[in-house]
């Protein structure tokens, strides 16, 4: 059915006491888009995601998931969801295919079936010649693979993965990361949240930035970058005649801003990668002596400063 | 069916510890099995004797002591051990009789045997029994002596032949001993029977409450958060919980039941009434079990409180010493705790041979405390759950 | 020795911040210690009065001497109270409802029945439910019938040795006489034997708090384990302080952990509810040989397990087995031959046992189970150091 979204989430608001944690917040996921909800910890990321796998009540708002409208007790919504909680939320005592076969059993799967998925879902996550030893006896990596696999169980048509690399070293975040871009190239939907800038513009179509509760921006990363200006900032430590070289810099059509704070130049330009030798040979040409130079493309970090004025992770 | 599964998660983690097994299973049966060889039966008090080369009249005295009802005798070696084992308690009493004792009664000297008694009263009591024994056996060699001295027999042991010879024919002055009650302890419990069942029951509650550290473990682990977001309600989230608590504890009841019957020969009573005690009372347990899971945030918190109600709460409900024992308030404030009415029912179902008809009482308040009591951890159950 | 120390003070400190250690080394023991107390404390176990009922149909001299002599002489001692009751349905009313533990019943015709040779009898009627009280009576009404049976018993002894025929009565009657007077040949005196028994608010005062000790000191060793596991060992061999230090840091935890819990029960127990531990310097050695022989045990075990999860199933096993055989439940020295041989290998039993010896005699009889319990521990504990070195280890 075309044009049927697979997530769509109007005016989520729920509080816990006096504490408003999700404030209006919605966006939608087409089939086979990823959408990454972006923002520091606390921001209100796992309270939405909460709401979304019908967890939690919304105080207000709805949530739709393929059609259906999802509540803590809404199945037809449940079975299209696979969800990936932050904690390693298995079964310590159980092997991992004791945890598959019983997740799958949940998800309404028959015995024979839960069995074969599960040996598929082992395959899958590389855990099948250790598919009968308890999970405790695990490593980090291993359990994380696990947690994943167990939301992939029944073929989700959404995937959501809650911070699925907080806390994980850089050899199985590149792991997980490549498990998710593959799935989302096979056409599953899915919902990632992070508080990893780097990650979201990997893996994501489209990212929301969430804050205090409130979805604060929304797009794709070139919409959102274009919020702070496609422009490029270069940031040169020189010595000698700063100020004349900037003022030469400053005549060329494609600087916008050239300013000498102490120790330095810092420029606001286009396309500053094309520009660099011109920039630099200006600079030599006016009587700046020039130690390093630093190129800053704008990025999600740029657009969560210049929307909070915080940086992500303080 | 997914309720099922759950049920079947919780028994397959609660066996995978090997421990378990012990506690369980093990453990109560040997409780059993040392409560019944302890204090099995009745608890008649016990005498120890010293009768260290007293020679066959001495011989005949701790034979009478044996026949004599109420009373344990235990040989012991020498006055010294007798004399500790009386202060330790683990004798209500002693008796010491003397070496020589055949022999000096034969010569028609007086004898002296000594009674060892603690300052308490039942000890001292005891003294009674011992007493009257001696007396009876002394019947027979205060005849022979006083034959002895009015000549009408040359030696001692002639006239104690000619005594034992006439004693039939002389017509004697009895004791008869009826009792009078309805009995609290009914007579036909066999060694064990009680400490069965009371055990069954102190543990059946003790490893129910600890489904309450299970419970918290899984919510830790967020485990509980995945199961809700699978397509399974939150009702069917805790009747598998439920369900699990309650199959471990039916599982115990049949190993403790079927294990002492074959082991120890204890009688259970009516199959259907029995059946009916332990599912309600398994019941309870699971309700209070995740009543508590839901109470406290760790695990250690949880083990603590529930050794502490689950003791507790045994021993006051009558699983340590029998209710019949108790004063009559605390008999009622014992009737607080389920304990007593499922203590109350198998006093009936083996002490009294009772069918399930004659338990309905009990049966329909361990029903209403099942009832209750999961309401309660049922309505605090979904609000942790879906929080 | 300062490492020891500074890993000793980090360790308590986290224990305290946890609250298991509170929990499980005081509040427990000391709430069932109160539960027991209370539930049981309207149970008496060893100090009862008899409560004896006599009815006398009979006014005739044997009736009499019976109710009179033989009777008030019971009543005496104090242990047995005799009540007059003047109808049998009466007495057997108040013995059915408990009133009465036993009512002896001499019937119209005793002394006459007794005076013309002719059977005769008593009857005892006995509570259902307080057996040992109605054999109490019962044996004292068959003293009494057993001096009537020697007396006649004596006569037909010496007519059938004579073999003169029938005597006379009057001759029968001297015989008679002289036989009543003759002294019974088989006396029993009375020995006073001490009591060792600890009294009911002590034994569970004592018992819960020996049994919970062996909780309370595995936290200390079963730490080591812990550490492993969350790295925290790496960085304490790391550092420039001795195996030695380490070990001794974790001993001294479970050590103190145990005294400190011990002492808070004796005094707590005492002050709450009045148990009565006994002289102060034989209780001290006593706890430290206890918390010494715990320690050992529970170390022994937690070298033998590969992991702290492991460790606490085993440990919880065997503090759970010895505190049943060492007594601290119900006194299991009660039970017959090699149960009760087999409940010195407990060092609960030797602790139970050495306070009911401190209270029965003086401060040289703490050491017995005091050597007992330091034997346990140097035996036990000597294995567990050899092993514990190489769990200093990452």
């Known amino acids: 059915m075309a044009g049927e979204r697979m997530l769509e989430c109007r005016g989520l608001r729920r509080s816990f006491g006096d504490l408003v944690a999700v404030d209006g917040v919605g966006f939608h996921i087409d089939p086979g888009e990823a959408y990454g909800l972006l923002g520091p910890n606390a921001a209100g990321k796992t309270t939405t995601i909460s709401m979304i796998a019908g967890l939690l009540e919304p105080d207000d708002g709805e949530v739709v998931v393929a059609g259906q409208p999802m509540t803590t007790h809404a199945r037809r919504a449940k079975d299209a969801i696979g969800y990936v909680p932050q904690d390693l ?26 069995k074969r998925r599960s040996q598929e879902v082992l395959e899958l996550t590389g855990l099948a010649d250790r598919a009968g ?29 809650d911070e699925p690399t907080a806390g994980v070293d850089p050899q199985s975040r590149n792991a997980i990361l490549e498990s998710v871009e593959s799935l989302s190239g096979a056409g599953m939907a899915v919902l990632y949240t992070t508080h990893y800038m780097e990650e979201a513009e990997r893996l994501c179509d489209r990212v929301g930035i969430i804050d205090h509760g409130k979805l604060i921006a929304e797009g794709t990363r070139k919409e959102l970058v274009s919020l702070v200006g496609e422009r490029d900032h270069v940031r040169m430590l020189a010595t000698g005649e700063l100020a004349r070289a900037a003022a030469a810099l400053a005549a060329r059509p494609w600087v916008h801003e050239a300013s000498t704070p102490g120790e330095g130049i810092d420029l606001v330009v286009d396309d500053a990668r094309g520009n660099l030798p011109a920039i630099l040979s200006d600079a030599a040409a006016a009587g700046a002596a020039i130690k390093s130079v630093e190129v800053t493309e704008p990025d999600l970090e740029a657009v969560f400063l210049h929307l909070t004025g915080r940086a992500l992770r303080d | 069916m997914k309720a099922l599964w759950i049920a079947a998660t919780n028994l397959r983690r609660m066996f995978r510890v090997r421990t378990n097994y012990f506690f369980v299973f093990v453990f109560p049966m040997a409780l059993i099995l040392v409560l019944g060889a302890t204090f099995g039966g009745s608890s008649t008090p016990r005498l120890g004797v010293v009768a260290q080369r007293s020679g066959p009249l001495g011989a005949a005295l701790v034979r009478q002591l044996e026949r004599t009802p109420h009373l344990r005798v235990v040989p012991v070696a020498d006055p010294a051990a007798l004399l500790t084992q009386v202060q330790r308690g683990s004798l209500a009493a002693g008796l010491v009789i003397p070496a020589r004792y055949d022999a000096a009664i034969r010569a028609g000297q007086g004898v002296t045997i000594r009674y060892m008694a603690r300052p308490d009263q039942s000890s001292q009591q005891l003294g009674e029994t011992v007493r009257g024994a001696v007396a009876q056996q002394a019947a027979l060699l205060g005849a022979a002596r006083f034959a002895v001295t009015e000549r009408s027999a040359s ?27 309805t009995a609290l302890f009914s007579r036909t419990l066999g060694q064990f029977d009680q400490g069965a069942w009371t055990e069954l029951l102190l543990f059946l509650f003790l490893i129910s409450l600890t489904g309450a550290v299970a419970l918290i473990e899984t919510r830790r682990l967020g485990l509980s958060r995945r199961m809700l977001a699978t397509p399974t309600s939150p009702g069917t989230v805790i009747a598998g919980e439920t369900l699990g608590r309650v199959l471990i504890a039916v599982i115990q009841a049949v190993v403790i039941i079927l294990g002492s019957a074959l082991l120890f020969g204890v009688n259970w009573g009516q199959p259907a009434g029995v059946a009916a005690v332990v599912i309600l009372f398994a019941l309870v347990g699971a309700g209070a079990g995740i009543l508590l899971g839901t109470l406290f945030r760790t695990e250690q918190q949880a083990v603590g409180v529930s050794l502490l109600l689950g003791l507790g709460l045994g021993a006051l409900g009558g699983c340590m010493v029998p209710l019949e024992v108790f004063s009559p308030t605390m008999k009622q404030v014992a009737h607080l705790t389920p304990q007593a009415w499922a203590n109350d029912a198998f006093t009936q179902l083996v002490g009294h041979h009772a069918a399930i008809t004659a338990i309905l009482p009990q049966l329909g308040i361990l029903a209403a405390y099942a009832a209750v009591l999961l309401a309660l951890a049922t309505w605090r159950l979904r609000r942790v759950l879906v929080a | 020795m300062r490492a020891a120390v500074l890993i000793c003070l980090k360790d308590l400190r986290a224990r305290l911040r946890d609250r298991s250690a509170l929990l499980l080394g005081i509040v427990v023991p000391l709430g069932l210690a109160f539960i027991f107390n209370s539930i049981f404390s309207g149970i008496s176990g060893n100090s009862k009065v008899i409560s004896l009922g006599v009815v006398s149909l009979d006014r005739g001299a044997v009736a009499q001497q019976f109710t ?5 002489a019971v009543g005496k001692s ?21 009133t009465l533990n036993a009512v002896i019943v001499i019937p119209a015709d005793f002394s006459a029945r007794v005076q013309a040779n002719r059977p005769a009898s008593m009857q005892v009627i006995g509570n259902v439910d307080a057996p040992i009280s109605a054999g109490i009576a019962r044996s004292i009404a068959e003293r009494y019938a057993s001096d009537l049976n020697r007396i006649r018993l004596s006569v037909a002894t010496v007519v059938h040795g004579r073999s003169q025929g029938t005597p006379s009565p009057g001759t029968i009657r001297a015989l008679a006489a002289r036989a009543a007077a003759a002294a019974a040949p088989v006396a029993v005196s009375d020995v006073s034997a001490k009591s060792k028994e600890l009294d009911q608010k002590s034994f569970f005062a004592a018992g819960m708090a020996v049994f919970f000790l062996f909780f309370t000191v595995q936290f200390g060793v079963t730490s080591l384990l812990e550490e492993r596991n969350d790295g925290t060992l790496a960085r304490l061999l790391a550092a420039p302080i001795s195996r030695a230090s380490i070990l001794g840091g974790k001993l001294l ?60 199933n085993w440990q919880a096993v065997v503090a759970v087995v010895l505190g049943l055989l060492g007594g601290t439940f119900f006194p299991v020295s009660q039970a017959p031959g090699i149960l009760s041989r087999l409940t010195l290998v407990a060092p609960q039993a030797w602790f139970l046992r050495g306070l009911g010896d401190l209270r029965g005699g003086d401060l040289s009889a703490v050491w017995v189970p005091a050597l007992a319990m330091l034997g346990i521990a140097v035996v036990v504990g000597g294995i567990a150091m050899t092993r514990l070195r190489h769990m200093a280890e990452v």
């Open chain 1, 89 to 114: 939320a298995i079964y310590p005592d159980l092997s991992a295919r004791e945890n598959l076969v019983f997740f799958a059993r949940l998800y309404g799967m028959p015995t024979a079936e839960a």
């Open chain 1, 133 to 161: 030893d308890q999970t405790k006896k695990y490593s980090g990596g291993m359990k994380r693979r696990l947690n994943i696999g167990i939301g992939l169980l029944h073929r989700p048509k959404l995937l959501i993965l």
């Open chain 2, 155 to 181: 030696s001692f042991s002639a006239a104690l032949a000619a005594a034992a010879r006439v004693s039939p024919a002389v017509p004697s002055v009895a004791v008869t001993e009826t009792t009078a009650g």
């Open chain 3, 68 to 72: 009179g002599q033989v009777l008030g």
């Open chain 3, 78 to 98: 104090g242990l047995i109270a005799v009540h007059r009751e003047h109808t049998v349905a009466g007495a057997r009313a108040l013995v059915a409802r408990g």
């Open chain 3, 253 to 312: 935890t479970s050590f103190l952990l145990g005294v400190i819990s011990m002492t808070v029960l004796v005094v707590a127990t005492s002050l709450l509810f009045g148990a009565s531990w006994g002289n102060p310097a034989g209780v001290a050695v006593l706890v430290v040989a206890a918390v010494l022989a715990a320690m050992g045990i529970m170390a022994l075990i937690a070298t033998l397990a590969r992991n702290a999860e492991q460790a606490a």
